[in-house]
């Protein structure tokens, strides 16, 4: 063995110190070095994890916002579409109120024309049953049918009124034309066919088909006269209001004019 001396002893020992010493701050070193990468990736987990979030409420913003503008341009428009419903409902109740006016116009009108309507039937009426008696049937029924027309609810005012004038017309019509047709004269049970002659409102003559019996109303007695002497007269109006003459200067049978009553 080789003996140590004191000097050595100490000098080993500072020696092994110091290497104990590194060793344990080179430990120390390794151990922090992990400690600090821990941190740093929590650092960096957090940081990370933070900015997810953020760019989560920056997405949720931009939503938000788009939402927003979205609404907006909504309520705007349904703000324009409200303004215009609005002018429509104000429109469409003027027109309401304008049908209303109308409907109490028309029944206030329906008061005073029905009587005004039903007066003028009723004077067409007597007018017919105290005219020279031609085309008694059908005249009859037209009334008739106006009669019956303004009794319905479902025909308008206008057309009932329209119906009036039209019979009016015709009548009006009967005054100025020459006309020929066929129907009966005498009583029941001893009637016979004869061919009418109507010349206006002037004369109203008649003729049995076979030219044999020839008359005329008289309108002074009501009552028709038998008269031969205005057979061929007759004959050749029958023969113009057929269309197989030219008119011609006509003898017609002519009631004498009655002298006014003071």
Known sequence: ???????????LYAMILS????????????????TVAAEQREVDAAA??????????????QDLATKYVQLVAETE????YNETLSKQVNSQQEEIAGIEQQLLDIETTNREVLPLMQKMVDTLEQFVALDIPFLLEERNRRVETIKELLQ?????ISEKYR???????????YGRTLETYQGKIGVSGAEKTVEFVRLGRISLMYQTLDGAETGYWDENQKAWVLDNSYAEAVKEARRVAKGDGAPDLLTVPVPAPEEGKS
């Open 1 to 11: 063995m080789i003996p140590f001396s004191a000097k050595c002893m100490r000098h």
């Open 19 to 34: 290497f104990m010493t590194a060793g344990m701050i080179a430990n120390a070193g390794a151990q922090t070095l992990k």
């Open 48 to 61: 990370q994890s933070s900015q997810q979030q953020i760019n989560q409420t920056l997405d949720r913003k």
């Open 77 to 80: 428009s349904l703000t324009k």
């Open 152 to 156: 319905r609810s479902d025909v308008a």
């Open 163 to 173: 119906r009036i004038l039209e019979a009016y017309q015709i009548e009006l019509e």
